[in-house]
């Protein structure tokens, strides 16, 4: 069964910084690209970014919106893909989930693929 | 970057209605599309995939349809378990979610 188990959410001030981790298990996370989305409450998705396996050199991509302040890495050895925010704002409040390709809808050279897995979620609520 | 708007916001419907809900893509996208259902408290689901393409357990009244930049998200008998908000996302060119349509009780 897959699972992805993010952590690390909590109460910032403005002007902090926080590290996000998700941690799967149930697939080979070595091989597999993974996602962060975040959804303020009541709000829609938002697409923050992706990291690829180290076979497509670990090639990070950022949405317009966040890029910047939003670093996305892994660590293959703990089967784990982190976020790192700096700077936070108020309106970063949100749910952050990671995500995963949906299996065997993978086309376009490995890069054209909707969401399969979904974390539960870790709330970063950013206030002073 | 490629801007997904859905419409309507919000759909009042009645169970066993049927349902359509529009995507537009601000530029082609060809069929990569996806679309997902997500109910309070829960995480999305993906329902319909390269447009058209119903994922493994989604019940068949849910279809897709469309390619290049319009896109339907057809209910065709709206039942209980439907009531919820779905978003549509393009994965032509990284990714992007449309702002969330939600289907509500008449």
């Known amino acids: 069964e897959v699972q992805l188990v993010e952590s690390g959410g909590g109460l910032v001030q403005p002007g902090g910084s926080l590290k996000l981790s998700c941690a799967a298990s149930?697939?080979?996370?070595?091989?597999?690209?993974m996602h962060w989305v975040r959804q303020a409450s009541g709000k829609g998705l938002e697409w923050i970014g992706r990291?690829?396996?180290?076979?497509?050199?670990?090639?990070?991509v950022y949405g317009v919106s966040v890029e910047g302040r939003f670093t996305i890495s892994r660590d293959d050895s703990k089967n784990t893909v982190y976020l790192q925010i700096n700077s936070l704002k108020t309106e970063d409040t949100a749910v952050y989930y990671c995500?995963?390709?949906?299996?065997?809808?993978?086309?376009?050279?490995?890069?054209?693929?909707?969401?399969?897995?979904w974390g539960q979620g870790t709330l970063v609520t950013v206030s002073s | 970057d490629i801007q997904m708007t859905q419409s309507p916001s919000t759909l009042s419907a009645s169970v066993g209605d049927r349902v359509t809900i529009t995507c537009r893509a601000s530029?082609?996208?060809?069929?990569?599309l996806a679309w997902y259902q997500q109910k309070p408290g829960k995480v999305p689901k993906l329902l319909i995939y390269?447009?058209?393409n119903l994922e493994s357990g989604v019940p068949s009244r849910f279809s897709g349809s469309g390619s290049g930049t319009e896109f339907t998200l057809t209910i065709s008998s709206l039942q209980p378990d439907d009531f919820a908000t779905y978003y549509c996302?393009?994965?032509?060119?990284?990714?992007?979610f449309g702002q969330g349509t939600k289907v509500e009780i008449k």
């Open positions: 990291i690829r396996s180290k076979g497509n050199n670990y090639a990070t």
């Open positions: 995500t995963s390709p949906a299996p065997g809808r993978v086309e376009c050279s490995g890069d054209c693929y909707p969401f399969g897995y």
């Open positions: 390269k447009a058209s």
């Open positions: 996302q393009q994965y032509n060119s990284y990714w992007t």
């Open positions: 530029q082609s996208i060809s069929s990569w």
């Open positions: 149930g697939f080979t996370f070595s091989d597999s690209a």
